[in-house]
């Protein structure tokens, strides 16, 4: 099925370092949402975003629809351990009863304290 | 995340046994949705549904697995005769609902995790 290319596939830090990650689809989206997993858990919402050129942002992290709204990015500052984790962007464009998120595979995150 | 409910947290069956997952949807949601996830990869849409209707299907296999989401009661997804590759970690969300916007943003509960024996 369609997927979104989310990149970087992993990540490894220094604690306090700025972290960005992006995903990106051939299709245009009217929402973009960012969630992230840990082990064992089911993905929590971070951000979500209905118009393209939002910003918006959730304590240290900040993400962004794109201006083409075939794109988002998500960034979190001053990285802390407790960032450890799987990240998932997703993606869709409502068309009647089309409701179907569109997922990127994944950033995995480690954070060295 | 906390509002929807999954359970069981972990279940065990023996091949060609049946399991049943169910999921009560966060208050106020209408539309449920179940996913996959295997070890190490990501989410894999199975299907959607709202209350008493199946709206999109297209990622359930199309042998041993169905789901129902009645008027009453929660969803559930049926995996009649597992097999070892059943083996996964079902995540059911949940939305409101409705037009364009927050209505479109979807809660996931904290997963059911089958293994096959």
């Known amino acids: 099925g369609q997927q979104l290319n989310q990149s970087p596939q992993s990540m490894f830090i220094q604690e306090g370092e700025d972290v960005s990650m992006n995903c990106t689809s051939s299709s245009i989206f009217n929402t973009w949402l960012w969630y992230k997993q840990d082990p064992g858990e089911g993905p929590v919402l971070l951000i979500a975003l209905y118009k393209a050129g939002e910003l918006t942002s959730n304590g240290r992290l900040t993400a962004q629809f794109g201006i083409t709204r075939k794109d988002s990015f998500l960034n979190i500052s001053a990285s802390i351990p407790s960032d450890v984790g799987i990240y998932f962007c997703a993606g869709r464009f409502n068309a009647g009863n089309n409701r179907k998120l569109i997922w990127g595979l994944g950033t995995s995150l480690a954070v060295n304290p | 995340n906390a509002g929807v409910m999954q359970n069981p947290r972990h279940l065990v069956r023996r091949r060609g046994q049946e399991a049943r997952l169910r999921c009560s949807p966060m208050?106020?949601?209408?539309?449920v949705y179940w996913y996959r996830q295997l070890p190490e990869e990501g989410l894999k849409f199975m299907v959607y549904l709202q209350k008493e209707n199946i709206i999109d299907e297209s990622g359930m296999p199309k042998e041993r697995f169905s789901a129902e989401f009645p008027k009453e009661g929660p969803s559930i997804l049926r995996i009649q005769q597992v097999v070892r590759g059943d083996s996964a970690a079902y995540f059911c969300?949940?939305?409101?609902?409705?037009?364009?916007?927050?209505?479109?943003?979807?809660?996931f509960g904290e997963g059911s995790w089958l293994t096959v024996v």
């Open positions: 208050k106020g949601h209408s539309h």
């Open positions: 969300a949940s939305s409101p609902g409705g037009g364009a916007g927050s209505g479109n943003t979807i809660y």
